[in-house]
Nanobody, 114 residues
Framework: VQLQASGGGLVQSGGSLRLSCAVS????????MDWYRQAPGRQRELVAT???????NYADSVKGRFIISRDNFADMVHLEMSSLKPEDTGDYYC?????????WGQGTQVTVSS
């Protein structure tokens, strides 16, 4: 399983970013996908989930600001982030579970300046 995340960067408070994760070597459409993030000095936390049948869930801290989506033709999962806040700063990781094992993308850095 390979996950390749992209799209991070530096943005001002109130701005927007779109993260993408390309997934390969699994039947992508059958898998739930997640985005996690890890802020400096903090534990990794779940940000958003999209199931194989397109149900979504969000952390309370990002509800109404982030949207997770998937493209089963391109085998990609996206995270649209808007109204960004400095507390959204961190490394963002796409994630899935395959045969009981966790698989992670390499992380993409998001920095929100105040």
């Amino acid at each position: 399983v390979q996950l390749q995340a992209s799209g991070g960067g530096l943005v001002q408070s109130g701005g927007s970013l779109r993260l993408s994760c390309a997934v390969s070597r699994i039947m992508f459409r059958s898998y739930d996908m997640d985005w996690y993030r890890q802020a400096p000095g903090r534990q990794r936390e779940l940000v958003a989930t999209i199931t194989s049948d397109f149900n979504t869930n969000y952390a309370d801290s990002v509800k109404g600001r982030f949207i997770i989506s998937r493209d089963n033709f391109a085998d990609m999962v996206h995270l649209e982030m808007s109204s960004l806040k400095p507390e959204d700063t961190g490394d963002y990781y796409c994630h899935t579970v395959h045969r009981g094992r966790d698989f992670w993308g390499q992380g993409t850095q998001v920095t929100v300046s105040s």
